[in-house]
């Protein structure tokens, strides 16, 4: 009997781990307001995804390739970042370990902020702002171009609930998620 239950547990053991990229869901992040995202970002463009290809790049501590996603894009705007044009955007290659997917026909336009990396390109998780361009309000888009950089010294500080509260002068309260249910970032 115990060589039966063994067996059952490894074979047990052994589904779990196959199926374990399924079950893995590591990367979550907290709502993030935009003028926030742009001050702790290196790079904020705007930009058309126009290609993808998988790349390697370097090894894990045993050995093993570690494979990122190689986005190509055509920089429309720059709002933040190095005084080059971004080129290629790079990221993991599943949203479990934080990887971002973006749309490659060149038709759809991005507001992307992230970390650079040296040769014009930089580097994207899914806790960086990452949003199709028309969604944006009007507001957001005059925010990057304008105001976002001019409030980087004030710490966002989201509201929980009613009443709200700052605890430092730096500190600026944030109600959009509240009380519109939106990640709006007026």
């Known amino acids: 009997m115990p060589l039966a239950v063994n067996g059952i547990l490894c074979t047990l053991a052994l589904l779990v781990l196959w199926r374990s990229e ?3 869901e590591a990367c979550s992040c907290a709502p993030v307001h935009p003028q926030q995202a742009f001050c702790n970002a290196d790079v904020v463009i705007r930009a058309k995804v126009v ?3 998988e790349v390697d790049s370097g090894n894990d501590i045993y050995g093993n390739p570690i494979k990122r996603i190689q986005y190509e894009v055509k920089q429309i705007k720059m709002f933040k970042g190095p005084n080059q044009d ?3 955007v790079f990221t993991a290659p599943v949203s479990a ?3 971002v997917t973006l749309d490659v026909n060149g038709k759809k336009e991005y507001l992307i902020s992230g970390k ?3 040769g014009g390109r930089m580097h994207v998780t899914l806790c ?3 949003m199709p361009w028309d969604t944006l309000s009007n507001t957001q888009k005059k925010g990057l171009s304008q105001r976002y950089q001019m409030g980087c010294e004030c710490k966002i500080v989201r509201c929980p609930s009613l009443p709200c509260e700052i605890s430092a002068p730096e500190e600026c309260l944030w109600t959009d ?3 519109e249910k939106q990640v709006y970032g007026r």
């Open 116 to 118: 650079a990396e040296a």
């Open 51 to 53: 290609g993808e290809k």
């Open 177 to 179: 998620l509240m009380i």
């Open 22 to 24: 399924e079950l893995a």
């Open 128 to 130: 960086d702002y990452i």
């Open 86 to 88: 971004i080129e290629a």
């Open 97 to 99: 370990v934080c990887g």
